[in-house]
């Protein structure tokens, strides 16, 4: 029995590394994907404003830096605010990938005790994604970059009722990032 054990493990670890190779096609078509969002890499900030139901307008400094990972196979975002007492009222981490087997993006996104996957349309110079938001309702986000200016814009859209604006950032380019990469754990 223990033979036919290590007879089978044997037969079993050129299957298990195969599992583990690259692949590289894909790998490719995933960089060359996420080239359409360099746009985003690097520091940002500026103004965003936030409209909550029952809630007055709430204006903070809004900061986002952006980076890849994985060879340029998926970038990495985060997002923070600054209210005007300089306590933290948002913060949020994300997740942009390629799938080249279904040539599809997505966003995994995670704030306030939330997370989850959502479809994402990228463009040249631009994305879209929503969140559902209820029975029959979503959140639907929109930004453009226009060379200079990061602009995104969220609604409120649930059936039968016109889509409600509640947030608008934009954002100014402040410089270069070397993060994620910058502090990576050596091999020594």
């Known amino acids: 029995m223990l033979r036919l054990c290590l007879i089978l493990a044997a ?3 050129p299957a298990a590394a195969n ?7 894909a790998m490719a078509a995933q960089a060359e994907a996420m080239h359409k969002l360099d746009w985003m890499h690097g520091k940002w900030r500026g103004e965003a404003r936030m409209q909550m139901p029952g809630a007055g307008e709430r204006v903070v400094t809004h900061t986002e830096r952006v980076g890849t990972m994985l ?3 998926i970038a990495v975002i985060e997002g923070k605010s600054f209210g005007p007492d300089g306590k933290v009222p948002f913060n949020a981490f994300a997740v942009v990938s390629f799938d ?3 040539r599809s993006y997505a966003m995994q996104s995670y704030t306030g005790g939330r997370s989850g ?3 994402m349309t ?3 110079r631009g994305y879209a994604w929503e969140i559902p938001a209820g029975p029959n309702a979503k959140v639907r986000y929109k930004a453009v970059f226009d060379g200079t200016t990061w602009t995104e814009t969220g609604d409120f859209a649930a059936d039968g009722q016109p889509p409600r ?6 954002l100014t380019r402040i410089g270069d990032s070397d993060w994620p990469g910058a502090g990576g754990v050596a091999r020594d």
Do not use: H, N
């Open 11 to 13: 037969l079993a670890l």
């Open 19 to 25: 599992a583990q190779a690259a692949d590289t096609a």
């Open 71 to 73: 060879d340029g196979t």
């Open 100 to 102: 080249a087997r279904t």
């Open 117 to 119: 996957s959502f479809p």
């Open 122 to 124: 990228v463009t040249e």
């Open 165 to 170: 604006p509640f947030f608008k950032m934009t």
